[in-house]
Structure formats: structure tokens, C-alpha cells
């Protein structure tokens, strides 16, 4: 009745508009034009019903989609026993490998290590290791790690955990990292024999949150330039920046390197808060957008500490997210110079989503534009991320590495920094000052040795010579001791012994390199990183061209806008 009422009712208010409205011309379309409006509308009535139903009756499957009924059904009806929710776990990658590179989703194990550790912490003993004659041997206890404080000293070695036998060729770093991590609280026995003592001594260590350092190493590169290395962008990484910034400027510290080569990113807090200390009040840092997102902007509040300092910033490949809003930022507010080679490419937003079971999808919700506008994030294809993940592969194919005319900008949408300077976008930031990747003394022999060998060595050398090397205040003096040391022929005699056959050619040409790591992974052992980096990277050609553009003034904003640091 109400469906024939509102027929009427149109039919009604139809006739009276052509009534009033009649135009000449054919009477045939008056008669019939009102009737063909009213089945309309009664027809459109009758498809809203249908909807109305069809809607209603989703109750017959619980409202559910599609993927849900399947999991449904085979919980139901499959063959075999299933386990559903190890199915869906299998499932959503699967889901999410149809949309771009980084949208991602991580299983509720893997979230707690990742998110731990970006924290600044994780949870196990806290202690360096090497695995010497299938033997895990301690090289250092962690400073404020849980077995820093039981007394697990350097040269410990673990012959049983809880009671069980930890040695032999089965023996492997993953075998260590499984057993000595886990949960906080929990404990763990080690049976640990120690050089000069007899028998086992017995320790039980709770396991307690571990620091994880984001900045690696803050040094004097000379008497008024300091160097900051930081590996990720997490919960702690502003502090230490800010306590890294005031160690140096006490040394006398007025130009900076901030070193970002292989910094994957982490935290858009911590880059934000990082960029602020180098940028004037109301500088732009970065902007995010997306179909459903609007414009967010990320602006500097006049509070920076390093407003008016020098400033260098080293990128490469592995360069990135954090990593890039920092350097696009200095870069396009021309604030400081950015050198080595064209970073990763990661300028998607991830919006977290956390379920109930620790799990969480991280959804691209928007990109990262610096300042000119550019994009950050390099060209995919949605559902390929096969070519992606072979992108770095495919710039170290065609050269990119070693010559800066291999990168081809001839796509690539062009910018320009607040002072003019041209900059290109949607494929990472391209360094001002390209510096190709330093290949000197990286032969055959070398790559052999490197992984393992040379730590090794450099352990075995300090054991052997604890005593003396005890005795040195400072690193600087035990690297000069070293430098006198036949340390590569004696690693080289060594090396043999692990089945590394001579090759005099070779080792002289890598003769250098190994040098500087074997000294430098000597004192790591005393010093820690204090004395490490700074031997280690003593020949690196990206911090010295860093280094050279600081001494000659050419990262001052003014010169940058002029050119005048080609």
C-alpha cells in the first residue's frame, strides 16, 4: 500500500507539472511520459527493497566477507585437521603483497624484538661473543647489561647453560642468540671457565633490558671538526645526538659531519627532533600527504642548539626514511652539504595498526615530501616487489656506485631548494657532493677473511698480549704501539692455519685495510667504540671529503646557495 501511495503521489505531482508547464506538440508524449516516470520510480522503489534485503540477509553469513567464509568453511569441512590462525597469519602477507613495497605486516614475535630494540633496548644477558675452537667465548660484557653486573669478564668461555653441555661443531651464532636471549626476568645459568682459576665458576643472570646504542661514535676529526655516526632512528636517539652535540662542542667542536650511510631510519620523532637542531624558527622540515590524508607540516620551533654550526651529512644506498627527511631537509633548506651517493628511496607513511595478539599491519597511508615538494619514495610498481628489492642490485649493475654518470635523471621530476639550487625528485636524495665507493684493498683475499677472521684474530692478539695492553690509559697510545706490530704477517700465518692459503700479491694490496681493522679491533676490545671508530674509518674518503668541504667553509648556507662547494 505504501508502495502504491507514493506512485500516486508522483503521478500526481507529474500530471500538475506538465499541466502547468504544457509545450506544444505531440499529445501522445503528455499521456504516456507521466505513466513511464511513475514505473521509475516504482521500479527504483522496488530495487531499494531488494537492497534492504539482500543487506539483511548478510545475516546468513554473519556479515562476514568472502576470506572469511573460506577460513570459515575449511575449519568446517576440510579434509585434515587445520590450524586457522596459522593460516591466516600465512594469508595476510599475501593480501598486502598487492599494494606498494612497505606496506607490511609483522607477526607479534617479530614486533617485540623490532620494537624493543628501536626502544633502545632488548631483553637478554647482554654480552659480545665470538665462537672460538666451537667454543663460545666472551669478548666483552655489556656496559650496564645484566652480565656486566653478576662479573662476566672478557675471555670468559661458556662450556654449559643450565647444566647442558654449550660447545662443538654444532655450535652457531644462531644457536647462541636462541638460547642467551629471552624473556625479561627469566634466568639462565652458565658454567664459565676463566683463565688462571681452576675449575667451572658457576653465574645465574636474570635477564634484563640491554642498551642498544643509536649513536655509534661522536669524535674530533681535528681541532674544531667533531663526527657523529648514528645507525637508526629510535626511542633514545635524540638524547644521545644531544649528548653527543654537547661532548663534542666541549672539545671545541664548530662544524659537524653527521654520518647516515647504512641508517635504515627507525622513529619520524627522533629525525624531526634531530633536523630541529640545525634549523631557524618556522623552517619547514618535511610535509606529508595522502588520498585520505591531508597535508601535515613539520616545522622547526627556533629551539635547535646548532643553528649557526657547519653542517656535513654522509648518505649512501642503505640510507633511509629517517634517514632521508633529515638530509632532504638540510638539503632543500640549502642549511648543509649532503655527500656520498644517492640514498635508498622509502618516503611512504606506514599508519600502525596493533591487534590484540602483539601482531601489527603497517599500512601506506600517505609519502614524505621535503621541502621543494619532491617525493622521496623511488618508483614501484604496485604488486612487484620482485623489481623493487632488486633496485640496489640493478644501480650496482649499471655502475652507480663508481661513477656519478651513471645515474640518470632524464624522469625524473626537477626541484629546486629554497635558494635556487636544482634537486630532483621521486627517487631518494642525490648528494651534492658524489663520492664513489671506496674499493681499495677489497680483493678476493680480503673478502675471505673480513667477516670472521680478522675480529678473530684481533681477539686471539689480545688475549695473548692482555698484560701489556692493559697498560695503556689511552687508545691513541695502544694504537701506536700496534701500528708497530707485525699484525698482518702474524693474521696472515693465522689464517693459514684456518685454511686461507698465501697470496703475497693480494694481502700487500689489502695490506692497509687489514691494518686499520685489526688495530681498530684491538683496541674496540679496551676502549670500546671510543677507540674504534676512529681507527677504523681513519682512511674512510667520505668522511675526509666531509672533512675538506668543513675546513674549506663551503657547507655555510650563503656558499652552498652561490655553488661555490663544487
Same mark, same amino acid.
Not at 17 to 44: M, Q, R, T
Not at 193 to 216: N, W
Not at 370 to 387: H, L, M, P, W
Not at 488 to 512: C, M
Given at each position: ?83 586457522? #590462525? ?87 651464532? !644462531? ?100 633536523? #630541529? ?55 632543500? #633548506? ?91 625528485? !621521486? ?42 695492553? !692493559? ?81 674549506? !667553509?663551503?657547507?655555510?648556507?650563503? #656558499? ?7
Amino acid at each position: 500500500m505504501e508502495d502504491e501511495k507514493e506512485i500516486q503521489k508522483a503521478q500526481d505531482i507529474t500530471g500538475k507539472a506538465y499541466k502547468e508547464n504544457k509545450p506544444s506538440g505531440n499529445k501522445k508524449i503528455y499521456i504516456w511520459l507521466p505513466l513511464c516516470i511513475a514505473v521509475s520510480i516504482a521500479v527504483g522503489i522496488f530495487i531499494g527493497n531488494a537492497f534492504s534485503i539482500f543487506n539483511n540477509t548478510r545475516g546468513w553469513f554473519g556479515g562476514k566477507n568472502k576470506l572469511d567464509l573460506i577460513f570459515d568453511y575449511v575449519g568446517k569441512a576440510y579434509v585434515d585437521t587445520v590450524n586457522i #590462525n596459522d593460516m591466516i597469519e600465512e594469508a595476510i602477507p599475501s593480501v598486502l603483497m598487492g599494494l606498494d613495497p612497505h606496506s607490511d605486516y609483522i607477526p607479534a614475535n617479530i614486533m617485540e624484538q623490532r620494537g624493543s630494540e628501536l626502544d633502545g633496548h632488548f631483553s637478554g644477558i647482554g654480552v659480545e661473543f665470538l665462537i672460538l675452537n666451537d667454543t663460545l667465548t666472551i669478548v666483552n660484557a655489556v656496559q650496564g647489561g645484566p652480565s656486566e653486573a653478576v662479573g662476566i669478564q672478557s675471555g670468559d668461555r661458556v662450556v654449559s647453560v643450565n647444566d647442558t653441555l654449550f660447545s662443538g661443531k654444532q655450535l652457531d651464532e !644462531n644457536k647462541v642468540f636462541s638460547t642467551l636471549k629471552g624473556p625479561k626476568g627469566t634466568k639462565i645459568k652458565l658454567d664459565i671457565r676463566r683463565t688462571g682459576q681452576k675449575g667451572l665458576i658457576p653465574f645465574v643472570i636474570t635477564r634484563a633490558d640491554v642498551p642498544v646504542k643509536s649513536v655509534d661514535a661522536a669524535y674530533m676529526l681535528d681541532d674544531k671538526n667533531g663526527y657523529i655516526k648514528i645507525s637508526k632512528f629510535g626511542g633514545n636517539t635524540f638524547n644521545e645526538f644531544i649528548a653527543a652535540i654537547a661532548k663534542l662542542k666541549s672539545l671545541g667542536c664548530t662544524s659537524f659531519v653527521v654520518d647516515l650511510q647504512q641508517n635504515s631510519g627507525g622513529y619520524l620523532e627522533a629525525a624531526l627532533l634531530m633536523t #630541529n637542531e640545525f634549523l631557524s624558527n618556522g623552517d619547514l622540515i618535511v610535509y606529508t600527504e595522502g588520498r585520505t590524508s591531508p597535508r601535515e607540516n613539520y616545522f622547526a620551533d627556533n629551539t635547535g642548539t646548532c643553528k649557526t654550526n657547519q653542517l656535513v651529512v654522509l648518505v649512501d644506498e642503505g640510507s633511509a626514511s629517517s634517514s632521508e627527511i633529515f638530509a632532504g631537509a638540510i638539503q632543500d #633548506n640549502d642549511r648543509g652539504l649532503i655527500v656520498g651517493r644517492r640514498s635508498f628511496g622509502k618516503g611512504l607513511v606506514q599508519a600502525p595498526y596493533r591487534f590484540k595478539d602483539g601482531s601489527e599491519l603497517r599500512l601506506t597511508i600517505a609519502r614524505y615530501y621535503t621541502v621543494s615538494g619532491r617525493s622521496i619514495q623511488k618508483a614501484y610498481e604496485r604488486g612487484n616487489r620482485d623489481d623493487y628489492n632488486l633496485d640496489l642490485y640493478n644501480r650496482y649493475s649499471r655502475g652507480e656506485f663508481d661513477n656519478k654518470d651513471s645515474i640518470k635523471f632524464d624522469n625524473l621530476p626537477l626541484f629546486h631548494t629554497l635558494g635556487g639550487r636544482p634537486v630532483y625528485g !621521486n627517487d631518494g636524495i642525490l648528494a651534492d657532493i658524489f663520492v664513489p665507493r671506496d674499493t681499495a684493498g677489497v680483493n678476493s683475499y680480503y673478502i675471505r677473511v673480513a667477516n670472521r677472521l680478522l675480529r678473530e684474530y684481533a681477539y686471539v692478539f689480545t688475549e695473548n698480549n692482555r698484560t701489556k695492553l !692493559n697498560s695503556f690509559k689511552t687508545w691513541q697510545e695502544m694504537a701506536k704501539f700496534l701500528t708497530n706490530q707485525p699484525l698482518v704477517d702474524n693474521f696472515v700465518e693465522y689464517a693459514y692455519s684456518k685454511g686461507i692459503r698465501r697470496q703475497p700479491y693480494l694481502i700487500e694490496e689489502a695490506r692497509r685495510l687489514m691494518a686499520n681493522q685489526l688495530e681498530a679491533f684491538i683496541v674496540r676490545n679496551f676502549f670500546g667504540d671510543d677507540g674504534f671508530y676512529p681507527l677504523f674509518q681513519r682512511d674512510d674518503k667520505v668522511i675526509l671529503e666531509g672533512l675538506k668541504l668543513l675546513k674549506a !667553509n663551503k657547507a655555510i648556507p650563503e #656558499n652552498i646557495r652561490k655553488g661555490s662547494y663544487k
